[in-house]
């Protein structure tokens, strides 16, 4: 076939990442996480996590390459995240896609991380554009239209914080280990969603933007009652505080989704079609919400493999195929940029 084959270099946050993608086939996803690196710090350090990408990415690519069982001669193009992202991440991935590039004289292109992530749906199930897309992960939070591979309508998103650090957060509140999101989600499994009353911050207001900061206070205060009352926690509690801020996040959600969907189907799209993206796009209460949704207003709904979901290399290679098949190429001397909205 005449599909192109791209190696997608991703190192924009705390995974280091290569692949190969050859038209709609990834041939290689290889992600070296490093979460242990970051553990005692509660949080990301960017020194940190530059110097281990720099490290680690030759070893990534030769991985993938070697599990695609090609070499770089056999490939069309390299395709890496430039942004938005930490700094000294992105430029270590782009160092590294440039060194390759040079070294073989093969097109590069400098992909933006969040288009990745928008468009892995056409990646994993080749849905027609107009889709609508929500990505919902520990740094991101919003609904985009995706009319091409570099048009996007944004309807809304967090105007705070995003979900995935609110579950981070409620999880070390809790004495829960990270990542936050599948340890509360698994000690909601057995809590009682209405226990504590939580906020659904504009939930009532018009429009698709969010906010979970307000949430993050609220369940601190719960637990600190609670420990007042008692002197800690019991197993009970805890299980009760994770299902009641699990129900708040899934409420706004889902409510906005169902807002974002309304002014989705407003085009009138041949196909509708919804899809998520992001590590929080994982949870099965929050996922079954939108399931429901989409199916009540015959939106086809549309969640790519978790590995492809949360950051990978894949995705970066896919949608640099795209610019790529479009006749868009960088030379040498683009930039990163740390910040860079779609
Ligand atoms: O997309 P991702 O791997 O990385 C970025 O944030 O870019 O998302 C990670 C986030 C973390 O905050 C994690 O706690 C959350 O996704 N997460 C979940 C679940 N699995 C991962 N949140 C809720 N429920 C889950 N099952
Ligand atoms: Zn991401």
Same mark, same amino acid.
């Given at each position: 076939t005449d599909a192109l084959t791209i190696l997608g270099i991703e190192s924009s946050c705390d995974d280091t990442a290569a692949a190969v993608v050859r038209g709609n086939s990834v041939l290689s996803n290889v992600v070296y996480g490093q979460t242990s690196l970051h553990a005692d710090f509660g949080g990301v350090v960017p020194e940190i996590a530059a110097r281990a990408h720099a490290e680690k990415l030759d070893h990534a690519v030769e991985e993938a390459l070697s599990i695609a069982q090609l070499?770089?001669?056999?490939?069309d193009g390299i395709a890496v995240t430039a942004g938005p992202g930490l700094i000294g991440g992105v430029l270590s991935g782009v160092m590294c896609a440039k060194g390759l590039a040079a070294a073989t004289g093969l097109p590069l292109v400098g992909v933006n991380h969040l288009a990745g992530h928008a468009l892995t749906p056409r990646l994993t199930d080749q849905i027609a554009y107009p889709y609508l897309m929500l990505l919902v992960s520990g740094g991101h939070c919003q609904f985009l239209i995706v009319k091409s591979h570099d048009e996007y309508e944004r309807l809304g998103g967090t105007i705070d914080d995003a979900p995935g650090e609110a579950f981070d957060k409620t999880a070390r509140l809790l004495g829960l280990? /990270?990542?936050g999101g599948p340890s509360v989600e698994k000690a909601a499994a057995d809590g009682d969603p209405k226990r504590f009353p939580l906020p659904r911050p504009?939930?009532? /207001?018009?429009?698709c933007d969010m906010s979970f900061s307000g949430l993050k206070t609220a369940i601190l205060r719960a637990r600190d009652a609670v420990v007042a009352e008692k002197n800690g926690l019991t197993v009970k509690d805890q299980s009760d505080l994770a299902a009641s801020f699990q129900a708040a996040v899934a409420d706004v959600l889902i409510e906005k989704t169902r807002r974002a969907v309304d002014s989705y189907l407003r085009l009138s799209p041949d196909a509708p079609s919804f899809a998520i993206a992001g590590g929080?796009?994982?949870?099965g209460a929050i996922r079954q919400g939108l399931m429901d949704l989409c199916q009540k207003a015959n939106v086809s709904f549309i969640a790519p493999p978790l590995r492809l979901c949360t950051d990978n290399a894949a995705m970066i290679a896919y949608a640099g195929l795209e610019k790529m098949a479009a006749g868009e190429q960088d030379d040498l001397s683009f930039s990163a940029r740390p910040r860079w909205p779609l």
């Open positions: 070499k770089l001669a056999d490939l280990p /990270q990542p504009l939930f009532n /207001q018009a429009g929080v796009a994982a949870n």
